[in-house]
């Protein structure tokens, strides 16, 4: 098992920025990708960007060249720096990791971009 949890939501002005965290425990060894997806009100949830243990990166067309996800493998932790922020960019935003057991979800984090 993987538990995951976020921080780092809040509320930001358009063309803010804003740096999500998502720490990573437990069977952490087995974990093939981290990542995070969002779900914005009404409308299903959709991947934002993934990055594998090659260090290999995937993102959405809506927030690339944006937002950039890294990791701190010392400290077990995934992070997504969200620039430019638009106010379609509100959603809760939840962390997700991969092994080859499953699927593992954090229990996200609200970011709220508003004037």
């Known amino acids: 098992q993987v538990q995951l949890v976020e921080s780092g939501g809040g509320l930001v002005q358009p063309g803010g920025s804003l740096r999500l965290s998502c720490a990573a425990s437990?069977?952490?060894?087995?974990?093939?990708?981290m990542g995070w997806h969002r779900q914005a009100p009404g409308k299903q949830r959709e991947l934002v960007a993934h990055i594998f243990n090659s260090g290999n990166t995937n993102y959405a067309g809506s927030v690339k060249g944006r937002f950039t996800i890294s990791r701190d493998n010392a400290k077990n932790t995934v992070y997504l720096r969200m620039n430019s922020l638009k106010p379609e960019d509100t959603a809760v935003y939840y962390c997700?990791?991969?092994?080859?057991?499953?699927?593992?979800w954090g229990q996200g984090t609200q970011v709220t971009v508003s004037s």
């Open positions: 997700k990791a991969g092994d080859q057991f499953g699927n593992y």
């Open positions: 437990g069977s952490i060894f087995s974990i093939n990708y």
